[in-house]
């Protein structure tokens, strides 16, 4: 139930004596109007001291002074949590959570004193987190927008991705975005592409969550420039197809199937991995699976009312809990991400601009940045980590100046390989500007959208340097 819901409700019981009192004496005992309403009120204040001449009125003589004692502890509790979040607020990091008891619960009991629980009041905190229904938190920031000025935002939005976020403050939170990042990071595909093998990712189901596995795995799944890996998505792609018409630039084949997946069963059998985002009848799909497919394993982006306690074979399910994990806090605020996004930017204004590395011009140059390059620092930033990992698995310290030539070449190669690709799916090409710039913004057309060994030893450099800046920004993940 919500505030507004509690208050009506608050409301109706402490006028309930008022109106039987008045109508015990007005229409009962025929008094005037103005007494009976003057003597009701009386009993608020224990101020009607004749007996009662019926049950009404015994009634209201009652029950009106509790109302009085009631609205008064709860005026002193009210005014005391406003006083403990002040103090909060004065304090500092504070953290107002706004949203329904099922989803604030966790994330509160992860800020601990620092968590205010917002409701639908506005409160003064340092930062503010709203998971609330889509329409609750974008009335909620329009509607404070002044006061929000300055304060970072965390807003969970379902229709928006968040690279269209306006302002360095905003940080528009998709749990499925969150959740495709933290599936591929956790998918440790690397070793099998590494080895040369072909490998087929099936994807069941599509929607949101569908849209950003594609992503984020086009994104973050580059191991190697000569890789063999295809997408295959079963589910209604045609929107995403023509939402994104440079999908066929980028070297990993995505292909959408017309046929329903029980007419593909080969390729389900030779599939790497079988993942099932679809969230309706999913215990349904997940018993045809298994048993069509004897020994594959499947990994199961988890709906909530699918009980996998239900089935015999519960170790070929990989279960992820989703929504669980984006909502979880660090997956939530992402802090060290989006620090090392600035600091990444920071770092390429201070060679390229010669501006100051102070947090003062970090904060500055971040909130200077269009959402388009804003998020191309942070999808940098996401694949920053895979390829530490990577590193860590061939034996080699994350130091730049460690580095053998051929792994500093095949890291800038694959960090191009990144760049390029997140360019075309915001559906850049390549093309030479007719001013003869690197890049026209209009016409989304850069000179360097081409392959790594076409660049000229410049440009490779360039790349060379990016790899250089991010290993020197010391930021911990």
Not at 397 to 403: C, G, K, M, R
């Given at each position: 139930?919500?505030?507004?819901?509690?208050?009506?409700?608050?409301?109706?019981?402490?006028?309930?004596?008022?109106?039987?009192?008045?109508?015990?004496?007005?229409?009962?005992?025929?008094?005037?109007?103005?007494?009976?309403?003057?003597?009701?009120?009386?009993?608020?204040?224990?101020?009607?001291?004749?007996?009662?001449?019926?049950?009404?009125?015994?009634?209201?003589?009652?029950?009106?002074?509790?109302?009085?004692?009631?609205?008064?502890?709860?005026?002193?509790?009210?005014?005391?949590?406003?006083?403990?979040?002040?103090?909060?607020?004065?304090?500092?990091?504070?953290?107002?959570?706004?949203?329904?008891?099922?989803?604030?619960?966790?994330?509160?009991?992860?800020?601990?004193?620092?968590?205010?629980?917002?409701?639908?009041?506005?409160?003064?905190?340092?930062?503010?987190?709203?998971?609330?229904?889509?329409?609750?938190?974008?009335?909620?920031?329009?509607?404070?927008?002044?006061?929000?000025?300055?304060?970072?935002?965390?807003?969970?939005?379902?229709?928006?991705?968040?690279?269209?976020?306006?302002?360095?403050?905003?940080?528009?939170?998709?749990?499925?975005?969150?959740?495709?990042?933290?599936?591929?990071?956790?998918?440790?595909?690397?070793?099998?592409?590494?080895?040369?093998?072909?490998?087929?990712?099936?994807?069941?189901?599509?929607?949101?969550?569908?849209?950003?596995?594609?992503?984020?795995?086009?994104?973050?799944?580059?191991?190697?420039?000569?890789?063999?890996?295809?997408?295959?998505?079963?589910?209604?792609?045609?929107?995403?197809?023509?939402?994104?018409?440079?999908?066929?630039?980028?070297?990993?084949?995505?292909?959408?199937?017309?046929?329903?997946?029980?007419?593909?069963?080969?390729?389900?059998?030779?599939?790497?991995?079988?993942?099932?985002?679809?969230?309706?009848?999913?215990?349904?799909?997940?018993?045809?699976?298994?048993?069509?497919?004897p020994g594959q394993t499947l990994d199961v982006f988890l709906s909530e009312d699918t009980p996998l306690d239900f089935f015999e074979e519960q170790e070929r399910l990989r279960a992820f809990c989703w929504e669980d994990e984006a909502l979880k806090l660090t997956n939530l605020l992402e802090d060290d991400l989006i620090e090392l996004a600035k600091r990444i930017n920071l770092r390429y204004a201070h060679l390229y601009n010669q501006v100051e590395e102070t947090d003062a011009v970090k904060e500055a140059e971040w909130k200077s940045l269009d959402?388009?390059?804003?998020?191309?620092?942070?999808?940098?930033?996401?694949?920053?980590?895979?390829?530490?990992?990577?590193?860590?698995?061939?034996?080699?310290?994350?130091?730049?100046?460690?580095?053998?030539?051929?792994?500093?070449?095949?890291?800038?190669?694959?960090?191009?390989?990144?760049?390029?690709?997140?360019?075309?799916?915001?559906?850049?090409?390549?093309?030479?500007?007719?001013?003869?710039?690197?890049?026209?913004?209009?016409?989304?057309?850069?000179?360097?959208?081409?392959?790594?060994?076409?660049?000229?030893?410049?440009?490779?450099?360039?790349?060379?340097?990016?790899?250089?800046?991010?290993?020197?920004?010391?930021?911990?993940?």
């Amino acid at each position: 139930m919500s505030e507004k819901h509690t208050r009506i409700r608050q409301i109706i019981l402490f006028v309930i004596p008022f109106f039987c009192g008045t109508y015990g004496l007005y229409r009962l005992e025929h008094e005037s109007l103005i007494d009976s309403m003057f003597s009701s009120i009386c009993m608020y204040l224990m101020n009607y001291g004749d007996s009662a001449p019926n049950l009404f009125v015994e009634f209201a003589r009652w029950t009106a002074p509790l109302m009085t004692a009631s609205g008064i502890i709860l005026a002193l509790s009210t005014l005391r949590a406003r006083w403990h979040n002040y103090l909060k607020y004065l304090r500092g990091g504070s953290v107002a959570v706004y949203g329904s008891k099922k989803e604030t619960d966790d994330v509160l009991a992860a800020l601990g004193s620092r968590g205010i629980e917002g409701k639908d009041t506005f409160l003064r905190a340092s930062r503010y987190i709203l998971l609330g229904d889509e329409e609750f938190n974008v009335s909620f920031y329009l509607e404070n927008r002044s006061r929000l000025e300055g304060k970072p935002v965390c807003l969970k939005c379902r229709s928006l991705r968040a690279q269209t976020a306006i302002g360095g403050d905003l940080k528009l939170f998709s749990p499925c975005e969150t959740a495709a990042r933290l599936f591929w990071k956790q998918a440790r595909l690397a070793e099998d592409v590494r080895r040369g093998e072909e490998l087929s990712i099936v994807i069941l189901g599509f929607g949101t969550l569908g849209e950003e596995l594609i992503t984020w795995g086009l994104l973050d799944n580059i191991f190697s420039p000569t890789q063999k890996l295809s997408y295959h998505i079963f589910g209604d792609g045609r929107e995403f197809s023509c939402m994104h018409y440079e999908l066929s630039s980028i070297t990993d084949p995505v292909i959408f199937h017309d046929e329903p997946w029980f007419e593909a069963i080969p390729l389900l059998r030779g599939a790497g991995r079988i993942i099932v985002c679809e969230q309706e009848a999913q215990t349904e799909l997940l018993r045809d699976l298994l048993s069509t497919l004897p020994g594959q394993t499947l990994d199961v982006f988890l709906s909530e009312d699918t009980p996998l306690d239900f089935f015999e074979e519960q170790e070929r399910l990989r279960a992820f809990c989703w929504e669980d994990e984006a909502l979880k806090l660090t997956n939530l605020l992402e802090d060290d991400l989006i620090e090392l996004a600035k600091r990444i930017n920071l770092r390429y204004a201070h060679l390229y601009n010669q501006v100051e590395e102070t947090d003062a011009v970090k904060e500055a140059e971040w909130k200077s940045l269009d959402s388009f390059t804003r998020y191309s620092n942070i999808s940098s930033a996401d694949y920053h980590e895979i390829r530490l990992q990577m590193l860590k698995d061939l034996g080699i310290p994350a130091d730049y100046a460690a580095l053998p030539p051929d792994v500093l070449e095949l890291l800038a190669e694959l960090e191009h390989i990144r760049w390029c690709r997140y360019h075309y799916l915001n559906n850049w090409s390549c093309g030479i500007p007719e001013n003869g710039a690197a890049k026209d913004k209009k016409k989304r057309i850069h000179r360097d959208l081409i392959p790594y060994d076409q660049l000229t030893e410049a440009e490779k450099q360039k790349d060379r340097e990016t790899i250089e800046t991010l290993m020197s920004v010391d930021v911990s993940l």
